[in-house]
C-alpha cells in the first residue's frame, strides 16, 4: 500500500506543480517546492489513513439450547 500511495502522491504532486508553474506564474524553484510538499503531505495522509485499526464486528451470540 506504501507504493501506491507513494505512486499517487507523486502524481497528485506532479498536477500541483504544473497548475503552479502555468496557471499561477510560480517560479520554477517555488513550484518544485510545491511538487515536495503536495506529494509528500498526499503519501503521508494516505499511509496514515492506511493505518488506523478497524473494528472487528462482533460476533453472532449464540444461546445455550437446554436439552
Do not use: H, W
Amino acid at each position: 500500500m506504501a507504493i501506491i500511495a507513494t505512486l499517487f502522491g507523486g502524481i497528485i504532486g506532479f498536477v500541483s506543480f504544473l497548475t503552479a508553474l502555468l496557471a499561477f506564474d510560480a517560479t520554477f524553484l517555488a513550484a518544485c517546492g510545491i511538487y515536495m510538499a503536495s506529494g509528500l503531505i498526499t503519501t503521508a495522509c494516505m499511509i496514515a489513513f492506511v493505518l488506523i485499526p478497524v473494528r472487528a464486528d462482533k460476533p453472532d451470540q449464540q444461546n445455550a439450547l437446554s436439552a
